[in-house]
């Protein structure tokens, strides 16, 4: 059987305090949250839940700040800011529910998005017309923030990440 090659940094712990960019994308990039018009993202129906979703992220786990993000037609870039461990506290019934993979460790980054992405997911699949399924690609990209020169360049790529749309990487015309 063959193994997929993990995006992750071997050995690190990510549950550990600190600065994350995630990049979380749509299945085969599809523009299902929304468009681009004149620099500016209009979010629809399921954009709405995605941002909503993002959003609560920092109110129902005391352990994660959310700072700067963007939701594009087809991905959302975020940066996630991961405190002391002595703050982190039982996660909220709500997610207790939600299954975690064995290699997945409570309170981690990878356990956030996963449930972030697990909870859109069943939200916008009861709408009245939801896109086809999957919603979300699977997996998702990460940075480690280590230096103000990063968090710089990574405030300003998400700033005028819809000025910039056409020449996303991520970019389906």
Same mark, same amino acid.
């Given at each position: 059987m063959h193994k997929r090659r993990s995006l992750r940094l071997p050995g690190y712990d990510y549950r550990n305090d600190g600065v994350y960019f995630v990049t979380v994308c749509a *299945?085969?990039? #599809?523009?299902?949250?929304?468009?681009?018009?004149?620099?500016t993202m209009i979010l629809n129906e399921c954009g709405f839940i995605v941002e909503e979703e993002w959003l609560r992220a920092e109110l129902i786990r005391p352990n994660v700040e959310l700072e700067m993000y963007v939701l /594009?037609?087809? *991905?959302?870039?975020?940066?996630?800011?991961? #405190?002391?461990? *002595?703050?982190?506290?039982? /996660?909220?019934?709500?997610?207790a529910a939600t299954p975690i993979s064995s290699t997945l460790k409570a309170g981690s980054l990878g =356990?956030?998005?996963?449930?972030?992405?697990?909870? =859109?997911s069943k939200r916008i699949r009861r709408l009245k017309n939801p896109p086809e399924r999957p919603i979300w690609q699977r997996n998702y990209y990460e940075s480690i923030i280590r230096t103000p020169d990063i968090w710089n360049r990574t405030r300003d790529y998400i700033a005028a990440n819809p000025m910039r749309w056409r020449e996303d990487s991520l970019y389906v015309g």
């Open positions: *299945h085969q990039k #599809r523009c299902i949250f929304g468009e681009i018009l004149n620099g /594009m037609p087809n *991905h959302l870039h975020g940066v996630i800011v991961l #405190r002391d461990e *002595h703050d982190k506290q039982k /996660m909220n019934s709500d997610l =356990a956030i998005i996963g449930q972030f992405k697990s909870v =859109a």
